[in-house]
């Protein structure tokens, strides 16, 4: 493993801005491609049920609908925020989007750096700019975007050095729960992140009360947002 990444160190902050821009252009001129298009300010499908719940939040009540949601409530929140401030606008939360897709691209590179080297963590940003899919779920009003984006926040949060204090497993869970309002089915890594902790500390000689304290600060964590 590589050393940690750190914002000082220009030899590698320089690659993390360049994929970051480039990343963000390539998104740029996709958005103004699609801009004319006749589905970019009448969405459909899912994109319609997201657009007209985030009008319901924001004209109507915060608390929702009387009937649950039937799909993950925080894309429809995240909506409502732009149609509060800014009216009916499906432009700004796709330019934000774009932002986000950039940071995707910087988050895969650091997240590279901290596990391989440096030129698989520059391949991995490179490939992550240029993917089309990341390309196209950025301008549409979809989850997608926001979900990978929360999702490799997590990882990079879990990769961190191990630390003496409990608090970084409590954000871990509050991460997690945050991830499930985007997309649900992150929560079948829970399991696989409750193993990783425990096999973890179990190979540092950390005392099991110690990784059960962390175990439930993590669960804890996700129950607060769930």
């Not at 925080?74 to 149609?83: A, I, K, Q």
């Not at 979809?142 to 990769?159: C, D, E, Q, R, W």
Request: aromatic share 16%; hydrophobic share 55%.
């Amino acid at each position: 493993m590589t050393a940690p990444f750190a914002l000082g160190d220009w030899r590698r902050l320089g690659p993390a801005l360049l994929l970051g821009l480039l990343a963000l252009i390539l998104r740029l001129v996709y958005l103004e491609q699609i801009r004319d298009s006749l589905f970019f300010n009448i969405p459909i499908v899912d994109a319609k049920t997201y657009v007209e719940d985030g009008l319901y939040l924001s004209s109507q009540s915060w608390a929702g609908r009387p009937t649950p949601f039937w799909q993950p409530p925080l894309y429809p929140y995240l909506l409502s925020l732009f149609f509060w401030f800014f009216d009916q606008n499906l432009y700004l939360p796709r330019l934000v989007q774009a932002l986000l897709g950039a940071g995707i691209c910087v988050f895969t590179y650091i997240l590279g750096l901290r596990v391989f080297s440096f030129t698989v963590a520059f391949g991995a940003g490179l490939v992550a700019a240029f993917y089309g899919p990341l390309i196209y779920f950025g301008g549409e009003l979809l989850p997608t975007i926001p979900a990978i984006f929360l999702n490799l926040l997590l990882l990079l949060h879990l990769s961190r050095q191990p630390s003496p204090v409990r608090w970084p497993y409590l954000v871990s869970g509050l991460l997690l729960g945050i991830c499930a309002l985007a997309v649900a089915n992150i929560l079948l890594f829970l399991p696989f992140l409750l193993f990783w902790l425990w096999s973890t500390g179990k190979r540092a000689l950390i005392a099991l009360p110690r990784i059960l304290r962390q175990g439930g600060l993590l669960l804890l964590g996700c129950g607060l947002i769930k």
